[in-house]
Nanobody, 123 residues
Framework: QAQLMESGGGSVQAGGSLRLSCEPLMNVGCMGWFRQAPGKEREGIANIDSSERISYADDVEGRFTISRDKARNTLILQMDSLKPEDTAMYYC????????????????????WGQGTQVTVSS
């Protein structure tokens, strides 16, 4: 299993931006970003497969962008127009299985995880 590491979390005001990174970039299967707020279940918010097929959760689509930076061997999550409800621990994850219909959303499908990076958005 891959050893993943996230970085880039922090505290920002509503409307601000953060850029999360996850290393290393895995070239097979699916990579995804997940978040977990206190008292809530972990949820998938964005994923990308090795063919660059991308999927977003409804509440982040149009504000967050997932991308693969091959030059830096890094998975990126650009988060713009942040809201207080985006406050959570953010995790990246990987699974080597190649899903024909694109990556699944649920965390149960991903086998390798990072330790997480905290994102706090104040109003």
């Amino acid at each position: 299993q891959a050893q993943l590491m996230e970085s880039g979390g922090g505290s920002v005001q509503a409307g601000g931006s953060l850029r999360l990174s996850c290393e290393p970039l895995m070239n097979v299967g699916c990579m995804g970003w997940f978040r977990q707020a206190p008292g809530k279940e972990r949820e998938g918010i964005a994923n990308i497969d090795s063919s660059e097929r991308i999927s977003y959760a409804d509440d982040v689509e149009g504000r967050f962008t997932i991308s693969r930076d091959k030059a830096r061997n890094t998975l990126i999550l650009q988060m713009d127009s942040l809201k207080p409800e985006d406050t959570a621990m953010y995790y990246c994850a990987h699974d080597k299985y190649n899903w024909q219909g694109g990556c699944p959303r649920g965390p149960q499908f991903f086998k390798s995880w990072g330790q997480g990076t905290q994102v706090t958005v104040s109003s």
